[in-house]
């Protein structure tokens, strides 16, 4: 096959006997059959719980933040801007990256299906931020010139550049040593799949653990019955994440299990050791970012030991779910109120009998009676 | 087209039989039929979705049998179950996770 790229390859393939990435360019998209049906479920499952932000009221959280103490505030929106900068990233990059590798057509769209939600969530965090401050440029702005901020983004953004810059010496150049502005760049299919594979690993940690702390905070505002629209959008956005959590699972497990590519069998063995760093160092992160939420002072409910215990409990959850041993003692979960704001409904047995929250947006009810009133005296 | 399968309770199973869960030195009974989740999270057992597909409650399955009442859609392996959307068919023993 060619190392070229083509929008429509002509090659008269087989997708089913395509690996997930770097084989043929995807020609036809069809979905018909898959060669990994679970990229198909997912697709059909993400479709099933779209929202939009607007349709949650976020009027609320207005006066509950002006009357926030300034250190909450600053916990609050510390948070957002670190999701804002989680969601620029992935709203864009799973398309940069992976589109010009992937060879199945029901990964090629299941991965624009992701990329597709993320933009949904970037949006959501603008529908916040106008509601709760009288300029958001102020939160924006900050972004990139937040310390705190920045320290973070090179990590994340690091595994996909490596992968993109990659990519673009192979589809262009091929395989072999080339001099591109003087430099010596050494080109092969095997070191671009490590890329590829440590590349989802970080992606993998991204959704696994690096959301998790700000979660945490606005689930913890919401428990006390504060932020609570903000709340309600986060918990979308989380259901979605766990969502893009499975595909990248599935991607590892498949590439580690030789269910795909034989060649990825021997890269996740290779790159174990890079693996569990990758963890780790987001784990070190998540922890210092607790550090400078809670500079000012804790919230009620939360404080920085207890996040930090909770990302060492998060982090060995993840770690298990793709089959790494847990680097951080065993604990039980230091936040159990977190799994209601995490849970879906209740398994759905047949789907006359129950209702599911996919159709359960905009569910603020604004209709008011003069009855409503009655109890009032002025 | 890809045919659409709908899982059905089935009534054919044993429904309200009793079957022995063991999982390090606690042992209760749990009711088939009903997702083995049920009586593992008063027990502190870890989940999220509770639908099949965030893969938090996963666990490993040392004996017995299980039945799905809708197909898990995480990455499960030989000998790992997803309680959320599974029953027991059988007594069964879990692996000890206490910490």
């Known amino acids: 096959m060619s190392h070229h790229y083509s929008t429509f390859s002509r090659v008269n393939n087989n997708a089913l006997k395509e690996p997930m990435f770097l084989g043929n360019p995807v020609n036809v998209a069809r979905y018909d059959q898959q060669r990994h049906r679970i990229f198909e479920d997912l697709i059909e499952k993400q479709l099933s719980f779209f929202w939009r932000p607007e349709e949650v009221d976020v009027t609320q959280d207005r006066i509950d933040f002006n009357a926030l103490p300034e250190h909450e505030k600053h916990i609050f929106l510390s948070n957002l801007k670190y999701q804002t900068l989680l969601d620029s990233i992935q709203g864009r990059s799973p398309n940069v990256a992976l589109l010009p590798l992937v060879s199945l057509p029901e990964l090629e769209t299941w991965i624009e299906t992701w990329s597709f939600y993320e933009t949904i969530h970037s949006r959501s965090y603008t529908h916040i931020i106008r509601n709760i401050v009288a300029d958001p440029a102020t939160v924006f702005d900050d972004i990139v010139v937040n310390e705190e901020i920045l320290k973070r983004a090179g990590d994340i953004s690091g595994y996909y550049d490596d992968l993109i810059s990659a990519t673009q010496h192979y589809q262009q150049l091929g395989p072999g040593e080339h001099t591109i502005n003087g430099q010596t760049v050494s080109v092969s299919l095997r070191g671009l799949k490590k890329k590829l594979y440590l590349c989802l690993m970080s992606v993998n940690v991204l959704e696994a653990v690096r959301f998790y702390v700000s979660f945490a905070c606005s689930f913890a505002f919401a428990e006390r019955e504060k932020m609570e629209g903000n709340a309600k959008i986060i918990r979308l956005i989380a259901r979605d994440e766990q969502l893009h959590l499975v595909g990248t699972q599935h991607m590892l497990n498949l590439m580690a299990d030789g269910r795909d590519d034989p060649d990825m069998a021997e890269i996740a063995l290779e790159c174990h050791a890079d693996s569990i760093e990758i963890f780790r160092r987001a784990a070190e992160q998540e922890k210092a970012w607790a550090s400078y939420l809670f500079k000012d002072g804790s919230m009620m409910g939360l404080n920085q030991q207890i996040i930090e215990d909770y990302v060492e409990f998060i982090t060995n959850e993840r770690m298990a779910g793709i089959g790494l041993k847990p680097i951080f003692d065993k604990r039980t979960n230091p936040l159990p109120w977190m799994s209601k704001w995490l849970e879906s409904d209740a398994v759905q047995v047949a789907p006359q009998e129950v209702e599911v929250s996919s159709y359960l947006t905009n569910q603020i009810d604004n209709e008011i009676d003069h009855d409503d009133l009655a109890g009032f005296k002025l | ?99």
Do not use: F
Not at chain 2, 16 to 41: F, V, Y
Not at chain 2, 59 to 83: F, H
């Open chain 2, 1 to 99: 087209m890809r045919s659409i399968t709908t899982i059905w309770p089935d009534l054919s199973s044993n429904v309200n039989k009793r079957h022995r869960i063991n999982q390090g030195r606690d042992t209760w009974a749990h009711t088939e039929g009903e997702p083995l989740l049920a009586s593992l999270t008063p027990r502190g057992h870890y989940s999220e979705c509770r639908q099949g597909y965030c893969s938090a409650c996963k666990t490993q399955l040392l004996s017995g049998e299980v039945r799905y009442l809708t197909p898990p859609m995480a990455y499960v392996r030989r000998g790992e179950i997803l309680p959320c959307c599974c029953t027991p068919l059988t007594d069964l023993v879990l692996a000890d996770i206490t910490p």
